[in-house]
Structure formats: C-alpha cells, structure tokens
C-alpha cells in the first residue's frame, strides 16, 4: 500500500490566482509559507521558512479563490504531485506542488467584518428597550 499525503499549515505569500484550462475547468494556485522555529545548542533561535505552491481544482479552487487572501492563515491537506516541462528555450522545468483536497481557514474572522460587527452592536445598544413592548 503507498500513501502520498501532506498536511500543511501556514499563511498565504499571494493572492489565490484563478485560471480555466481549456476543458472549462477551473483551477485555483496559490502559495503558502510554513516556518520551522527552534534553539540551536547556543541557546540562539533559529527560523526557517519552507514555501510551497498549492493547486486547487473545480469547487475547492473556487472557494479559495473567494475567501482567502495574501497573509491568511490555513490548514490544507493534499498530496505531492511533480510537473515536468520544456520551457521557451528548450530546458527542461519540473515543479512539485501539491494538490489540495481539503482546506480550513484559520484565522478569525477578517478585520474589517469586525469592526461591522462592532459597529452594528453599539447602534444595537443605543435603541432603547422599552418594557412594555416586552411579549412576556
């Protein structure tokens, strides 16, 4: 039995960018930076930061595309997969990325649906109740 399963969690370098092969299927590329943080025997702290290239299909494509942006935080599982091609000039190119097959955002909610949330609370606040108008 083989298995070629990755999980990864990190935040976005870029914007998720949206293509449509010629078949009419999208395609959905972004990539993802996950940090390695640790004390090397000097007592120093050491970071090292791995980037990946992250491609999702149809549905989940869409959905990234929608909802996540450059610095978000999310949790994606997939699988490794290596293109290989010729470039312009004839030199041969190969890239691994992987596949998402599933993907949960992180992060809280984003800023700005906060501070709407925060705004319309505080005019929720200000209406005054009126106990009378109270059905029990």
Same mark, same amino acid.
């Given at each position: 039995m083989?298995l070629?399963k +990755?999980?990864l969690?990190?935040?976005l370098t870029?914007?998720p960018?949206? $293509?449509?092969? *010629?078949?009419? +299927?999208?395609?959905?590329?972004?990539?993802?930076?996950t940090n390695?943080i640790?004390?090397? *025997?000097? =007592?120093?702290?050491q970071?090292k930061?791995e980037y990946?290239n992250i +491609?999702a299909?149809?549905?989940?494509g869409?959905i990234?595309a929608?909802?996540?942006k450059?610095?978000r935080r999310?949790f994606i599982? =997939? $699988?490794?997969?290596?293109r290989?091609w010729e470039d312009?000039? =004839?030199?041969? $190119?190969? $890239?691994t @990325?992987?596949?998402?097959d599933?993907m949960i955002m992180?992060?809280?909610?984003?800023p700005?649906?906060?501070?709407?949330e925060?705004t319309?609370? @505080? @005019?929720a @606040?200000?209406?005054?109740?009126?106990?009378?108008?109270? *059905?029990?």
């Amino acid at each position: 039995m083989d298995l070629n399963k +990755v999980m990864l969690i990190g935040r976005l370098t870029r914007d998720p960018e949206t $293509r449509t092969t *010629p078949q009419g +299927v999208n395609v959905t590329s972004f990539g993802l930076a996950t940090n390695l943080i640790w004390t090397n *025997p000097a =007592g120093e702290r050491q970071e090292k930061v791995e980037y990946h290239n992250i +491609v999702a299909w149809r549905k989940l494509g869409e959905i990234c595309a929608q909802y996540l942006k450059k610095g978000r935080r999310v949790f994606i599982e =997939g $699988r490794l997969q290596t293109r290989t091609w010729e470039d312009q000039n =004839g030199t041969k $190119r190969q $890239r691994t @990325e992987i596949i998402a097959d599933n993907m949960i955002m992180l992060d809280s909610k984003e800023p700005e649906k906060i501070e709407e949330e925060l705004t319309s609370k @505080e @005019e929720a @606040e200000e209406e005054e109740i009126n106990i009378e108008e109270v *059905p029990f």
